[in-house]
């Protein structure tokens, strides 16, 4: 089908990435354009979660929280928002803290952020925008 050539046509606006700096993550905003009823995933890029990594992921102008792992406090859930608006939406990669949000629908568009803190910091907006067939 033509519409999965739609689906990751995202494109990177700010690469201000920090080169050759141990375990620092720069600040960066990726934005991402999905089709209603699509699937998204929000990557990590972190090949492996360190024990010490806690991902936090936040939604919207209010930052609310919606998916949070700890290892160390083995803390691994997802939440389904204001107005249940992300009920059996969200999966969350165990090994990666990706977070996928499927079926998608206007009201999923926004800015989702990553906050990673232990040995590695980072923080990272993704935008998304989210379109009609
Ligand atoms: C990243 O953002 C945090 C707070 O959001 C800030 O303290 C830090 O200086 C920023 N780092 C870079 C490299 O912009
Ligand atoms: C991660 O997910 C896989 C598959 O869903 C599961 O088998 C595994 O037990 C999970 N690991 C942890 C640490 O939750
Ligand atoms: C996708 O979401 C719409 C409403 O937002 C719902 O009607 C539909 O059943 C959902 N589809 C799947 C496959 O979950």
Redesign the pocket.
Known sequence: MMKMFHTLAFCCLCCCRLVGVFGVGANETQSLAVIE?DSVTLYTDVTKIHADDDILWKFGFDNFLIAKISIQKKIFYTCDGINERFRDRLKLNNQTGSLTI??I?SGHAGNYQLQISGAKRLSKTFSVSVYGE
């Open positions: 009823g499927t079926n629908t």
